[in-house]
């Protein structure tokens, strides 16, 4: 007994680390600091925390009181946000956001839209506040319990709020006459301030509708981010390269906090006492205040001592797995040593090594034609933009001042009617013109209108290749990411009438979603090139399987009667041909229905699938005798033509009524032929043969489940659902003889003659070993299996997972079932005996739950998934050994018994997501909380129970 209590502190040590080491994987870093790349802003949170947009906007990196980098969250998906512009937070921890997503007509369900979002982060879970069409988020604050928006609106700003969880309600709407570069709002005074295009600051004082225009401190200036807080205003200005501020109250004591010749800030955010400022110029930013003036453009990871203690444990429990599969790579020798294991490894690494290549090169070829065409689109559209010019009009553009001018609408609006007519077929491109000026860039104007004439031009890097357009007079296709995002760009030069190049056109469109596409595809075609190789190497496998039978059997060695039958091939084939009508069932069923039963819609559409699950159960209990008093081969023919019969009638019928009852012929085949090998694994001579017994029979049937569905889309999308049907029907067809040529097991084992009496079903049936079991650990097990068929895919399709990629998370995790199980079984069989396995098992489901809720996200149910998968490949072959091995099975017969397991199993299956559906309506974690809790205490309620009787069972 103490060998087993430190065998399963051992694995109870093991479970814990690598939990703890899931959840702290954050500290997984491979460098001291981080350095910031494409720097857009920095805001300041609470508690003196700094929230930094880093990676063109596609990363909020967040530094606490000492600089040192805590989080970050990741964005450059639509499930989370594509390019943040404004960051706030509450003091409860809750982050908000201002995103903003460039031309997505699935999503605005206009063309060529802005989508501006402000969303809220709470506790793991996203929460869209509210979605805007062709608009933008200047500014996002809280104060006093609410969040505050100012946003863009036509003729002016709208000021908004809302309580955390609540809804936005209106504050204020500020008309300004003028366009605007930045604006922001003073919450304590009232005083809102804006910076404009033609060069000036305008503040307007609480109470007044009238706007009040900032003296200029040279002749030209071009104001770029502001920000007011707490009686002071901020701002920046690009001519100049300086940070400044002044009091509200008096505008014209300008004071300079810093100053840099070619200095470009994009955006200015002040703290909320107005003591100091954070000013961002791509590449870092600078704090300025309380007479000090920082730079930063790299952070220290937060908690060295944990990320050294995080390796630490990550090289134990890799220390520890390899202690534990140590006698993997040589079993692996063993088995590929074998002529018919090295057969299929050739077979399937020349499938994945063609398949590979194959998808390469054409995913290669593909992307880099779609390349080209994008490139020659964006010169063409340049060429016709660069038509529609004055060159007269170019020449007039020369300063802040001359922006809205008639020379500045004569440029635009030939080139904006080309841009939308683009837009309109799908195109979304936008323009820039840039100009030079004493060997500096500046803007002339842009589509998106969010640069001043004059304006100094941003790059991310030298821009010299800008400028070589004008020294030589070249074009240039150009492709970079900068604080704004991922772009594709060609760069032409606009010839003056005298033949000099007077400006450069930028034709563009972001790439940042193309790039987004590609990667997607390419994830998808490599995980679909793994799944169909998968599918291949498992078909292969079970042939390989079958070969190995026939071989022992025609060596005529004395054999274990487990061993007399294929009970893998068989489970294999009525599993596989079963899971085949699962992907288009409902949909079929739906379609067939003509109301032709007094029953709803609903339930109608379920009827097949229930009347199947039915007669499984119903045969599941009939079964057992029948393969008792007939013997195996009987009974198990008799199921599979069941089974063709069942899937001919659906074929051939071609209806609703043909559906139910060739579902019933199908159900009741499976119920056959599934306890009549149960009851052969049963009469194993011993409890290791009845382990491997039962672990061939859970992995032929997982093997079915996982690539039948794989199978029939391949036929559905040759002939329809009928040639599904007759296909099914055609492979049962090879059972036949596989049955016939396998021995036909009918008497009971020695040890059950020896120690069966005449006992009742009631009285089997109500014993407290039988029942304890039951009711404590299979029928709460097979309700926990629900966590994958019913909450993952009901919780992943907020995430964006469909139904293709919860079926190859189902085909990947089925590969660790059939092939991870039977070792790690063995090993425990061994070990802890059958009793502490099975309680091990249902421990660890729950305590699997209740990682969710501990760290609810998608991450930490895609993890549990795969753990659940790892504890089905061993818990289905534990339980069967273990209620195997209970007397009362033994007095009431191995045929009998598994029968009754397979109905309870069945009542499991059937309830679990009614009762997952029921807890969840009171929220994912807390109804995952209650399911996952209850487990744990069922399986202590079952083993001081049933620790008395351990004589029995180990």
């Given at each position: ?114 989508i ?8 793991g879970?996203?929460?869209v ?18 969040v ?12 908004y709020?809302f ?43 609480k109470?007044?509708?009238m ?55 994009d ?27 920082e ?7 937060e908690?060295?001592?944990f ?137 002339i104007?842009?589509?998106?209108d ?15 290749y ?21 772009w ?50 498992m ?27 294929p ?62 008093r ?5 009974t198990?023919i ?53 382990g ?22 391949v ?83 907020e ?49 699997n ?11 930490s149910?895609?993890l ?39 109905v ?20 994912y ?9 209850s ?7 079952f083993?001081?129970?049933m ?8």
């Open positions: 007994m103490k060998t087993i209590f430190r065998k399963l502190l051992f694995a109870f040590t093991l479970i814990l680390l690598s939990l703890c080491l899931y959840l702290g994987r954050g500290y997984m870093r491979f460098r001291r600091a981080h350095d910031f790349t494409t720097v857009s802003a920095a805001f300041y949170g609470e508690n003196s925390r700094i929230f930094v947009v880093d990676q063109g906007k596609t990363s909020i990196k967040i530094l606490d009181q000492n600089d040192m980098l805590t989080d970050d969250i990741s964005g450059e998906d639509e499930e989370r946000f594509y390019y943040a512009d404004c960051v706030t937070e509450d003091g409860k921890g809750r982050v908000f956001l201002a995103d903003r997503i460039y031309g997505k007509n699935e999503v605005s369900k206009e063309r060529g839209a802005v501006s979002r402000v969303l809220e982060f709470d506790d879970k996203q929460r506040v509210q979605e805007l069409v062709d608009s933008q988020v200047y500014e996002l604050q809280y104060y006093e319990g609410y505050y928006i100012l946003q863009k609106e036509d003729f002016g700003l709208g000021l709020r309580e955390p969880g609540g809804e936005v309600e209106p504050v204020r709407r500020y008309y300004i006459g003028d366009v605007l570069n930045d604006a922001s709002v003073d919450l304590t005074t009232g005083v809102a301030a804006i910076t404009v295009r033609r060069g000036t600051v305008r503040i307007m004082k109470g007044s509708n706007w009040e225009t900032v003296e200029k401190k040279a002749e030209h200036s071009m104001p770029n981010g502001i920000s007011a807080r707490s009686g002071t205003v901020f701002f920046s200005d690009l001519y100049s390269g300086e940070i400044l501020s002044f009091p509200e109250e008096s505008p014209a004591n300008l004071t300079c906090l810093y100053k840099e010749e070619d200095l470009l800030v955006s200015v955010e002040a703290s909320k006492d107005g003591v100091s400022v954070l000013a961002c110029n791509s590449v870092g930013f600078f704090r300025i205040g309380n007479g000090r003036i730079y930063i453009n790299s952070a220290k990871y908690g060295f001592f990320t050294a203690l995080w390796w630490l444990g990550f090289i134990i429990l890799s220390l520890c797995f390899l202690w534990i599969f140590r006698g993997v790579p040589g079993r692996a020798l063993q088995i590929f040593q074998k002529e018919s294991a090295k057969r299929v490894a050739i077979v399937v690494m020349a499938v994945i090594s063609v398949s590979s290549f194959v998808v390469f090169t054409l995913m290669s070829t593909f992307y880099q034609k779609e390349d080209e065409e994008l490139v020659n689109g964006l010169k063409l559209f340049a060429g016709m933009l660069s038509g529609e010019m004055d060159p007269e009009d170019l020449l007039e553009m020369q300063s802040e001042e001359d922006y809205g001018s008639s020379a500045y609408m004569s440029l635009r609006t030939g080139m904006d009617i080309l841009t939308e007519r683009a837009t309109e077929v799908g195109f979304h491109y936008f323009y820039t013109l840039y100009r030079e000026d004493g060997g500096k860039l500046r803007y104007l842009n589509y998106e969010d640069v001043s004439c004059g304006e100094p031009a941003v790059f991310s890097g030298d821009g010299d800008v400028r070589d357009v004008f020294q030589s007079g070249k074009s240039y296709a150009i492709r970079s990411r900068d604080s704004d995002g991922l594709l760009s060609v760069y032409v030069p606009i010839y003056l009438t005298n033949g000099e190049v007077g400006a450069v056109l930028e034709a563009g469109m972001d790439f940042g979603y193309q790039e987004r596409e590609r990667e997607a595809a390419t994830f998808d075609t490599i995980l679909n090139v793994i799944c169909t190789s998968a599918v291949m190497m078909l292969i496998l079970e042939a390989v399987f079958l070969m190995s039978f026939l071989e022992l059997k025609q060596k005529g060695e004395d054999r274990d009667v487990t061993q007399k039958v009970l893998r091939t068989l489970m294999f084939l009525a599993y596989m041909t079963s899971s085949m009508q699962d992907t288009f069932i409902a949909v079929l069923t739906s379609r067939l229905y003509q109301g032709q039963l007094p029953i709803p819609d609903g339930v109608a559409y379920g009827l097949p699938l229930s009347a199947q699950l039915l007669m499984m159960a119903v045969f599941s209990a009939m079964g057992g005798r029948f393969t008792e007939y013997g195996s081969r009987k198990i008799f199921g599979v033509l069941s089974q063709v019969v069942g899937f001919l009638c659906c074929g051939i019928l071609n209806s609703y009524t043909g559906l139910v009852l060739g579902n019933l012929m199908v159900g009741a085949g499976m119920g056959l032929i599934y306890v009549s090998c149960n009851t052969i694994a049963a009469m194993g001579g011993d409890i290791n043969a009845v491997k017994a039962f672990a061939a029979v859970s992995a032929g049937a997982l093997s079915g489940l996982t690539i039948g569905a794989g199978l029939a889309s036929f559905f999308s040759i002939g329809g659902h009928r040639l599904v049907y007759f296909v099914g029907a055609a492979i049962l067809l090879t059972a036949f003889p596989i049955t016939l040529f396998s021995a036909n097991v009918k008497t009971a084992s020695d040890k059950e003659v020896i120690l069966r009496q005449e006992i009742s079903f009631f009285r089997f049936f109500l014993n407290r070993r039988v029942m304890g079991f039951f009711l404590l650990i299979l029928i709460p097990f097979m309700m926990a299996l629900s966590y994958r068929e019913y909450f993952f895919p009901l919780y992943m399709q995430y964006g997972f469909g139904e293709v990629r919860v079926g190859q998370v189902y085909l990947l995790c089925g590969l660790l079932v059939l092939y991870l199980g039977p070792r790690i079984s063995a090993q425990l069989l061994k070990w802890i005996g059958a009793f502490w396995s099975v309680v091990l098992s249902s421990a660890l489901m729950g305590l739950m209740l990682i969710f809720v501990l760290y609810p996200n998608e991450a149910v895609l549990g998934v795969v753990i659940l998968s790892v504890i089905i490949s061993f818990a289905y072959t534990c339980q069967y050994t273990f209620y195997e091995q209970l007397p009362d099975c033994v007095m009431y017969g191995d045929g009998k018994s598994m029968g009754v397991y397979s309870m199993e069945s009542i499991g299956q059937t309830l679990g997501p009614m009762v997952y559906g029921a807890a969840l309506t009171m929220g974690r807390q109804g995952i909380w209650i399911f996952g809790g487990m744990l205490m069922l399986v202590l309620l083993v001081l129970m620790n008395r009787q351990a004589k029995f069972y180990q």
